[in-house]
């Protein structure tokens, strides 16, 4: 099965605490769940590898955009901590969200980093 930008966007949705996209529309979060793609890449350039072979890795462009199979489904919680990670670092000036955007941020790391 393949996951789609949209399902990791909406998934990020309830750690932001933004169902109904009042604070962050899907415009906003789309950079974020593209950058969480290519941050993943950069720290497990392994995926691209399968018996010898090199996949080229091609970003995902639009919500309705389904992630690349060179990254499992698995990795769906930890792209949508990241999509947190930068929503909340945009709004960073709050003491509160940066605390947030650092939690994120490490559930991301350790998450990607913790998976085989």
């Known amino acids: 099965m393949s996951m789609t930008i949209q399902q990791v966007v909406d998934l ?8 109904s996209k009042a604070r962050w529309a899907d415009a906003d979060l789309l950079p974020y769940a593209i950058e ?6 950069d720290v497990r350039q392994d995926l691209l590898m399968d018996d010898g072979d090199l996949f080229v890795y091609v970003a995902p462009t639009a919500l ?3 992630i690349q199979s060179v990254i499992p489904d698995t990795y769906k919680p930890e792209l949508a901590h990241f999509v947190c990670f930068r929503a909340f670092l945009n709004d960073a000036e709050d003491e509160g969200n940066a605390a947030l955007a650092a ?10 980093l913790g998976k085989e």
């Open 12 to 19: 990020a949705r309830g750690d932001l605490a933004d169902p």
């Open 64 to 66: 309705g955009s389904t």
């Open 36 to 41: 969480a793609c290519d941050s993943l890449i």
């Open 103 to 112: 939690t994120h941020k490490t559930l991301f790391t350790n998450g990607v």
